[in-house]
């Protein structure tokens, strides 16, 4: 296994700081540059590949041993840095395929799937994350590396996990040509059983995923 990959006891404990914050901070600064739609036709794969990234770091966070912070209490940030625009962009963006459904808990019973939104999963995973970084920039890196490391357990580790199924299907249904179903109408507020998110979906027309995927026309 790579160095690179898991924090051991040989590494210096600033240079996991360093290279966690690197991840994030390339995270946050990439969906905000697919988000203004600049290239429309790759933002698809383009998001698959950086919450894939992301996610490494993050399965470093929790093969970590347990970060404790330097103070008992969290130090105040101010206002939360607001990620609507960010939210709004990414909705415009990817309105044919922006709700899909997910499992909330693969070891917790449900009658159904929750309905999501990839918008809504890609901005609250950079508010988080974002937090974090306040603290890194401010020279807190164990409160910091704290933050991340509590959030990824709690919020946004499944919550970039959902999008990530969610991108990825995307991606394999147009490469394997498999067109998808249609989720307009799909309110992520309603609380719907398994059958009636099937029935409710319609069809999506190929062209809709494969243009903006840039990738080959489903017949």
């Not at 210096?12 to 036709?41: H, L, N, T, Y």
């Not at 995973?125 to 890196?141: E, F, N, P």
């Not at 357990?153 to 969610?166: D, K, M, P, Y």
Request: glycine letters at 6%.
């Amino acid at each position: 296994m790579s160095d690179a990959t898991l924090y051991t006891a040989t590494d210096s404990p600033d240079d996991f700081a360093v290279q966690i914050s690197d991840q994030i901070e390339s995270f946050i600064v990439s969906v905000r540059e697919i988000a203004k739609g600049d290239e429309p036709d790759s933002a698809v794969p383009f998001l698959l590949l950086e919450v894939s990234q992301l996610l490494l770091a993050g399965g470093r966070l929790g093969a970590h041993e347990d970060i404790v912070p330097d103070e008992r209490y969290e130090p105040d940030l101010g206002p939360e840095q607001d990620v609507d625009d960010l939210r709004e962009r990414l909705a415009l963006m990817l309105d044919p395929i922006d709700v899909y459904s997910e499992v909330f808990d693969p070891y917790e019973p449900r009658k159904a799937p929750v309905a999501c939104r990839l918008s809504d999963d890609l901005a609250d995973v950079v508010a988080d994350l974002c937090h974090g970084l306040a603290h890194y920039r401010a020279g807190r890196t164990t409160e910091a590396l704290w933050w991340w490391q509590f959030s990824y357990f709690s919020n946004w580790g499944s919550t970039a996990s959902g999008a990530l199924r969610a991108l990825q299907s995307l991606v394999a249904h147009v490469r394997l040509n498999q067109p998808l179903e249609d989720l307009d109408g799909l309110d992520t507020d309603e609380d719907l059983m398994e059958s009636a998110l099937e029935e409710e979906a319609g069809k999506v027309m190929a062209e809709e995923i494969a243009g903006p995927l840039g990738l080959r026309t489903v017949k």
